[in-house]
């Protein structure tokens, strides 16, 4: 298995463009996580998904940011209009197997890098 | 709510020396727990996990962490630290203790390593 594979690695955007990043979970897997990672926060979960429906979402910081799953095999995390504050790195991780429950450990991405001047 | 925390921010140690970072977490009955290791520019690993059962967990790349329940912690261990252990590490707990839900990380603990 290729692990979970997400897209860019690397986002250098212009404030106020739109900004999609994308992530394939692991096949079989039914929960997928959205993580932002900062060196002052640390990482903070902002959604997160089970047999492609959000389940918590309240950790995205407000209406710019958007978040989908229309199958089990693709979601996408989408900030418009995007601000120097969002730069971050984002996660993507997915878990469980047939509703085992989602805590039997994470898969994460790599990551993407998103750089917002 | 569930918390964790790593009271290290950062540790260095010599190549070979033993390991002991720190995880203390906050929750009413005993947690499912976790360690994850960050490499630069990657994500997150897991390293190990526990559920029940023994206290002591044996993980990868030589890694062990037993759960006190006593100290609600969750000490993650190596008796001979290796060049490659570079990296941060993160503990983790689940929002509602179990299998359900998302997991919280601790603000991490990096490791460095002296030849």
């Known amino acids: 298995d290729a692990g979970v594979i997400q897209s860019p690695r690397h986002e250098v955007t212009e404030m106020g463009q739109e900004v999609t990043l994308r992530c394939k979970p692991i096949?079989?897997?039914?929960?997928l996580f959205w993580y932002r990672q900062t060196m002052m926060r640390g990482l903070e979960l902002l959604i997160y998904?089970?047999?492609?429906?959000?389940?918590?979402d309240s950790g995205m910081p407000e209406d710019r940011f958007s978040a989908k799953m229309p199958n089990a095999s693709f979601s996408t995390l989408k900030i418009q209009p995007s601000e120097p504050r969002d730069s971050a790195v984002y996660f993507c991780?997915?878990?469980?197997?047939?509703?085992?429950?989602?805590?039997?450990?994470?898969?994460f991405g790599s990551g993407t890098r998103l750089t917002v001047v | 709510a569930q918390s964790v925390t790593q009271p290290d921010i950062h540790i260095t140690v010599s190549e070979g020396a033993s390991l002991e970072l720190r995880c203390n977490y906050s929750?009413?009955?005993?947690?499912?727990l976790f360690w994850y290791v960050q490499s630069p520019g990657q994500g997150l690993q897991l390293l190990l996990k526990?559920?029940?059962?023994?206290?002591l967990v044996q993980g990868i790349k030589g890694f062990e962490a037993e759960f006190k329940r006593s100290q609600s912690s969750f000490n993650l261990r190596k008796p001979s630290v290796h060049w490659s252990d570079a990296a941060e590490y993160f503990c983790?707990?689940?929002?509602?203790?179990?299998?359900?839900?998302?997991?919280?990380f601790g603000k991490g603990t990096k490791l460095s390593v002296k030849p």
């Open positions: 983790a707990v689940p929002t509602y203790g179990g299998s359900q839900g998302n997991l919280i």
């Open positions: 096949s079989g897997h039914d929960y």
């Open positions: 998904f089970n047999n492609n429906v959000p389940i918590d």
């Open positions: 929750y009413g009955a005993t947690p499912y």
């Open positions: 991780a997915s878990s469980g197997v047939g509703g085992t429950g989602g805590n039997y450990g994470y898969t």
């Open positions: 526990y559920f029940s059962g023994d206290t």
